[in-house]
C-alpha cells in the first residue's frame, strides 16, 4: 500500500507504520480508507459466503441458528459500514482536492482521525466471535442489522458491542462529513463556483448533509437502546408507554436515507466515466444536481415504507407509498441524463465503462423492484421475503459496489501512477456481472414463491433456487480475488500512466501528473 | 456561495500521533464500558467487572491526555499565527456543521418524547375495551405506562409525581438566558478589545454555568429521593432524564469549553478580529442555551 506516493520520499513525512498512523495528507488518508475497506469487503463476503454454504441445501449443516443470525447481521453491518462507506469516504479524500484544486482536505488532522475510528469500530464488531470463543457471552449481534426491539433489548453481549461499533462509526461519518462539506465551501479553487463544481463533489456534498442530519438520530436510537438494556428505561417497552415500533421509525429515518447516502457519492462519480468513455459532456449537469436535491430532501420523508407490515394506520400508509414512489420521479430524471450522456457517443469499454454500463443496468433493476416494495398492497406480499434480500442487493451491490469498483479501475491508474491490466478487469467485469445475477435472480423468484429471509433453513421446494443462488454466491466471492490481485499488481508496478489517462477524461485530476505530488494543489488553479 | 480568492498558502498541519492515541483511548473506554455493564444481565461474568474498569481508566485517561495535547496544539498554532482568513472560515463552516448533528442527535430524543406523548401512550390506553390487557390505564400525560411484564420479571407502575416547571427549572432557564447574554457582552469586550470586559463577562457566564449544573444536581437528588421520579419511571421518567441529562452533559462540556476560553482571554490570547475559539464556544452555548428553551417548554411546562 504504501508504494502509492512511494516515488516522493523528499516530502516530510515519517516512513513505516508511523507515517500511516500519523498522516494528515489526503492521498494517504483515502488509501488507507480505500484498503480498510478492501479488506472489510473481503471479510464480509467471507461471512456470507458461509450463510450461502448453510443455504446450499435445505436442513441445518453447518451451523446452528444463532450462528446464522449472527452471521448475517454482521455481515451487513460490516458491508454497510465498513466497506461501502470507507470506499465512498476513501474517494473522497483521494479526489475532492484533486477535482476542487485544493492542496488537501480543509481539516486534515480530523481527516485522520475520522480513518483511525474505524479500525476499533470493526474491532468492536467482531470481537464478540472471538470472546464467545473464550466462554464470554453468546457471540455477536444476532438481531440482522436493523438491531429490532424487543430481540436487541433481550439480546447478548453482542448488542452492546455493535451499539459502540455503531458509535464509533457515527462520529467517523460525522468527522468525514464534516470535512468535506468544509473541503468543498472553502477549498475550491478561484474561479469554480459550486455551479461549476465536478458532480462526484455534488453527489457527496448530499451525502455529507444527509450523514450529519442522520447519523446523530441513529446514536440516540442506539442510546436508547442501550438504556432499555441496562439502564432500566421504558423507551421500547410497552408496559412503561414505549413502543417497540419507535424504535423501527428512528432507526429508518436514518436507515432509509442511509441507501442515498451510499448511494449518491455513486450517482455523483457514474456521470464522470460515462461521460469519459463517449468522450461527450455530460448531460444536463443541471438536472443531475436537482435531482440529487429532490432525492437527498425526499429520501429523509419516507422511512415508514420499511416496515407497512407492522401495523401503520391507513393515511401513514398512504402518505409513505406515495411519497416513496415520488423518489422514482428525480431518479427517472438521473436515469436519462446517464442514458443521454452516452447518445451517440464514441463510445469505447474499457473497464470502467464496463463497469458503468452494466451498473446502469443492474442498478435500474434495484430501482424497479424497488417500485413494488414500495406499493403497500404488494408489500404485504413480499415483506421480509428474499424478493427484499434480491432488490436491496441490486441496489447496494450492483448500484454501490459496482459503482465503486468502476471508480476502483477509473482511477486506480492516476492513484499508482501505473495501469492495471485491462485483460483482468474485464475478466473480473464479466464474472462479477454474471455471477452476481445468477446469485440474485434466483432470490427473486424464492421471495416470489415466499420463502422468508434470515431463517437458516427451508422447505424442500426452494432447493434448486438456493443451490444455484450459492453457486452464484461463491462465482461472485472468488471473482473479487481478481479484482484484489489486479490492484496489488497495479500497485506494484506496470505501464507507466499519463497525466491524462483517459482520452475524454475531463477535471482538474487529470491535469496533474500520474501518481499526483505528495502535495495536491499547493498553488491553486484558476478556473474561468 | 460565491468564490473567493486566497493570499498565500492554506496551513497544513504536519503528521499527529493525537487521533491515532485518541481511538485508541476511545475503544479501551467503551469496551471497557461494555465489560462493566455485562455482569448487570448474565452473573456468570461478574468477574469482567474488575478489567472493564481499569480498561475505562486507561481509556479516559488517553482522551483527557489528547485533549490537552492536541488542543494545547492548535492554541498554540492558532498564537503563532498560522491561521489566516482561510484556515479561520473552515473553523467557522465546521463548527456550524458540527453543531447542525448536534441538533440532530437532541432531535432523536425529543422525537422519542413526540411519539411516547402524542401516539403510545394514548393509543395502548385506547385499545378495544373487548380486548385490551390495560383495562385501567388512562393514558393521561405524565404517564408511567400501564405496567405488565417485561422480560420475565414484572413491572410495577411507579408513583411519581412529575418536574414542575416553576421552581428550579424556572430559575434554571434564567440562569442560562442570562449566561447567553453575559457571553454576548464579554465578545462586544473582545471586538472592543476591552480586555476587562471579556474576562469578567466569561467569568460570570462560567459562574452561570456551574451555577446551573449545580441546580440541576439538586433537582435530579430531588426527583429521585422525594418524588421517586427515576430513569424506570416509564415513559415520562425516561424521556426526562434523557433529554435533561443529555442536555446537562452539554452544559458541562460548554463549561469546561468557557472556562479553557477564560484561561487563554486572561493569558492574553485573541484578538479583536481573530477569535474563532472564543467564537466557537459562544456558539455552542447559545446552542445549548435553545435546546434548553426547547427542554423547559416541552418537558417540564407542557
Known amino acids: 500500500m504504501s508504494t502509492a506516493t512511494a516515488a516522493h520520499h523528499h516530502d516530510d513525512h515519517p516512513t513505516g507504520i508511523m507515517r500511516w498512523l500519523t498522516t494528515t495528507n489526503h492521498k494517504d488518508i483515502g488509501t488507507m480508507y480505500l484498503t480498510f475497506s478492501l479488506i472489510m469487503f473481503l471479510v464480509g ?19 446452528q441458528p444463532e450462528f446464522f443470525n449472527q452471521l448475517i447481521g454482521v455481515h451487513a453491518l460490516v458491508m454497510i459500514f465498513a466497506a461501502l462507506m470507507p470506499a465512498a469516504t476513501g474517494f473522497a479524500n483521494w479526489m475532492l482536492p484533486l477535482q476542487l484544486g485544493a492542496p488537501d482536505m480543509a481539516l486534515p488532522r480530523l481527516n485522520n482521525w475520522g480513518f483511525w475510528l474505524l479500525p476499533p469500530a470493526a474491532i468492536l464488531l ?28 433481550q439480546g447478548g453481549i453482542g448488542v452492546d458491542f455493535a451499539i459502540f461499533a455503531v458509535h464509533l462509526l457515527g462520529i467517523s461519518s460525522v468527522m468525514g462529513s464534516i470535512n468535506v462539506l468544509v473541503t468543498i465551501f472553502n477549498m475550491r479553487a ?3 463556483t459550486l455551479m461549476k463544481m465536478p458532480l462526484f463533489a455534488w453527489g457527496w456534498m448530499i451525502t455529507a448533509f444527509l450523514l450529519i442530519a442522520t447519523i446523530p438520530v441513529l446514536a440516540g436510537a442506539v442510546t436508547m437502546l442501550l438504556t432499555d438494556r441496562h439502564f432500566g428505561t421504558h423507551f421500547f417497552d410497552a408496559a412503561g408507554g414505549g413502543d417497540p415500533i419507535l424504535f423501527q421509525h428512528l432507526f429508518w429515518f436514518f436507515g432509509h436515507p442511509e441507501v442515498y447516502i451510499l448511494l449518491l457519492p455513486v450517482w455523483g462519480l457514474i456521470p464522470h466515466i460515462l461521460s469519459a468513455f463517449s468522450r461527450k459532456p455530460t448531460y444536463g449537469y443541471k438536472a443531475q444536481i436537482y435531482s440529487f436535491w429532490a432525492i437527498g430532501i425526499l429520501s429523509v420523508v419516507v422511512w415508514a415504507h420499511h416496515f407497512f407490515t407492522v401495523g401503520l394506520p391507513i393515511p401513514a400508509l398512504l402518505y409513505f407509498m406515495y411519497s416513496t414512489m415520488a423518489i422514482s420521479l428525480p431518479l427517472a430524471v438521473l436515469f436519462f441524463c446517464w442514458i443521454a450522456t452516452m447518445w451517440k457517443g464514441s463510445m469505447t469499454f474499457e473497464t470502467p465503462m464496463l463497469f458503468a454500463t452494466g451498473w446502469i443496468i443492474l442498478f435500474g433493476i434495484g430501482g424497479l423492484t424497488g417500485l413494488i416494495l414500495a406499493d403497500v398492497a404488494a408489500d404485504a406480499q413480499y415483506h421480509h421475503s428474499y424478493f427484499v434480500v434480491a432488490h436491496f442487493h441490486y441496489t447496494l451491490f450492483a448500484g454501490g459496489i459496482m459503482g465503486i469498483m468502476a471508480g476502483v479501475y477509473y482511477w486506480l491508474p492516476k492513484m499508482t501512477g501505473h495501469m492495471y491490466s ?3 478487469g474485464k475478466l473480473h467485469f464479466w464474472l462479477t456481472a454474471i455471477a452476481f445475477n445468477v ?8 421471495g416470489l414463491a415466499g420463502m422468508p429471509r434470515r431463517i437458516p433453513d427451508y422447505a424442500l421446494q426452494f432447493s434448486e433456487f438456493n443451490m444455484i443462488s450459492t453457486i452464484g454466491a461463491f462465482t461472485l466471492g472468488l471473482s473479487q480475488l481478481i479484482m484484489v490481485y489486479n490492484i496489488v499488481r497495479c500497485v506494484r508496478g506496470g505501464k507507466k500512466a499519463e497525466a491524462k489517462v483517459w482520452e475524454g477524461a475531463e477535471g482538474l485530476e487529470w491535469t496533474l501528473p500520474s501518481p499526483p505530488p505528495y502535495h495536491s494543489f499547493t498553488e491553486q488553479p484558476v478556473i474561468k | 456561495m460565491t468564490t473567493q480568492t486566497h493570499e498565500g498558502h492554506y496551513f497544513v498541519p504536519n503528521p499527529s500521533i493525537y487521533p491515532a492515541i485518541l481511538s485508541t483511548g476511545i475503544l479501551l473506554l467503551v469496551a471497557g464500558f461494555i465489560l462493566s455493564i455485562t455482569p448487570d444481565r448474565d452473573q456468570t461474568l461478574a468477574y469482567l467487572a474488575t478489567p472493564g474498569k481499569g480498561m475505562m481508566l486507561a481509556g479516559f485517561l488517553a482522551i483527557i491526555y489528547v485533549l490537552f495535547g492536541w488542543f494545547g496544539k492548535i492554541v498554540g ?3 503563532g499565527g498560522k491561521y489566516k482568513k482561510w484556515e479561520d472560515r473552515s473553523f467557522r463552516i465546521g463548527m456550524i456543521v458540527f453543531i447542525a448533528s448536534e441538533v440532530a442527535f437532541f432531535a432523536a430524543f425529543f422525537g422519542a418524547l413526540f411519539y411516547m406523548r402524542v401516539i403510545s401512550v394514548p393509543e395502548i390506553a385506547n385499545f378495544d375495551p373487548q380486548f385490551t390487557p390495560y383495562k385501567d390505564f388512562l393514558g393521561t400525560w405524565p404517564s408511567a405506562g400501564p405496567g405488565g411484564t417485561v422480560l420475565g420479571t414484572e413491572y410495577k407502575v411507579p408513583q411519581f409525581t412529575p418536574m414542575g416547571a416553576w421552581g428550579i427549572p424556572a430559575i434554571n432557564t434564567l440562569l442560562l438566558l442570562t449566561s447567553g447574554a453575559t457571553v454576548t457582552w464579554a465578545h462586544w469586550g473582545l471586538l472592543n478589545s476591552n480586555r476587562r470586559q471579556l474576562i469578567i463577562g466569561l467569568m460570570m457566564t462560567v459562574a452561570l454555568g456551574i451555577a446551573f449544573l449545580f441546580l440541576q444536581g439538586y433537582e435530579y437528588h430531588h426527583a429521585y429521593s422525594e418524588l421517586g421520579l427515576t430513569l424506570g419511571s416509564g415513559a415520562y421518567g425516561a424521556t426526562f432524564f434523557m433529554l435533561t441529562g443529555f442536555h446537562g452533559f452539554h452544559v458541562t462540556l460548554g463549561t469546561i469549553m468557557l472556562i479553557v476560553i477564560l484561561a487563554r482571554s486572561m493569558k492574553g490570547h485573541f484578538t479583536a478580529d481573530h477569535h474563532f475559539g472564543f467564537e466557537g464556544v459562544a456558539w455552542y452555548w447559545h446552542f445549548v442555551d435553545v435546546v434548553w428553551l426547547l427542554l423547559f417548554v416541552l418537558v417540564y411546562w407542557l
Open chain 1, 439 to 446: 446469485t440474485f435472480i434466483p432470490q427473486f423468484f424464492l
Open chain 1, 45 to 63: 463476503g467471507s461471512m456470507i459466503l458461509a450463510v450461502r454454504a448453510e443455504l446450499f441445501q435445505p436442513g441445518l449443516q453447518l451451523m
Open chain 1, 422 to 424: 485491462e485483460t483482468l
Open chain 2, 77 to 79: 498554532e492558532s498564537e
Open chain 1, 126 to 153: 467482531t470481537a464478540p466471535f472471538i470472546l464467545a470463543l473464550f466462554g464470554i457471552g453468546d457471540g455477536a449481534i444476532a438481531t440482522g442489522w436493523t438491531f429490532y426491539t424487543p430481540l436487541s433489548v
Open chain 1, 190 to 192: 478561484p474561479g469554480m
